[in-house]
Structure formats: C-alpha cells, structure tokens
C-alpha cells in the first residue's frame, strides 16, 4: 500500500463557519478563531489545482503553502 505525501497549507478565511465547508477539500488540522486562519491537509500530488480552487471561494482571503516538511531537522531531542 502506497502512502500519498501529504502537504499543509494555510488559509485566511472570512466567514468561520464557511471554514466548515473546507472539510471536503481536505483534512483540516487546526481552526484559529482569533486569527481566522485553517491548517488543512491535502495530498502533494493535488496541490496547484486545489490552491487555484480555494482562491476562488468567496470566504477565503488568502492561500499560503507550508513550509514544514521541507525542514531537515525535526529532532528536537538532546544528544548526549
């Protein structure tokens, strides 16, 4: 069984409760209600065509990708 890669993206959005509707694009990670932004997840493969789809709704402010798989080092850990 194959696993697609998955990317996050970043969401300003209008309306909170239109940030629903954000569930069927992809998984959604995290809601900010203060800051009105929505962490989604969506497959790698799907990334051009579902930001270009998400510009266009009339609730989305903004469309930002994110750059946190692309960090090397995700060990935090102490070597000791």
């Not at 909170?16 to 900010?32: D, K, P, T, V």
């Not at 579902?50 to 930002?64: A, D, G, H, I, N």
């Amino acid at each position: 069984m194959m696993i697609p890669k998955r990317t996050g993206l970043v969401v300003w959005i209008n309306d909170l409760r239109a940030a629903r509707n954000l569930e069927r694009i992809g998984n959604i990670h995290f809601i900010s209600r203060r800051l009105k932004y929505v962490i989604l997840y969506i497959n790698e493969k799907d990334l051009r065509k579902t930001m270009s789809y998400l510009q266009r709704l009339p609730f989305v402010e903004k469309v930002e990708r994110s750059y946190r798989s692309e960090i090397v080092q995700m060990d935090f850990s102490r070597n000791a």
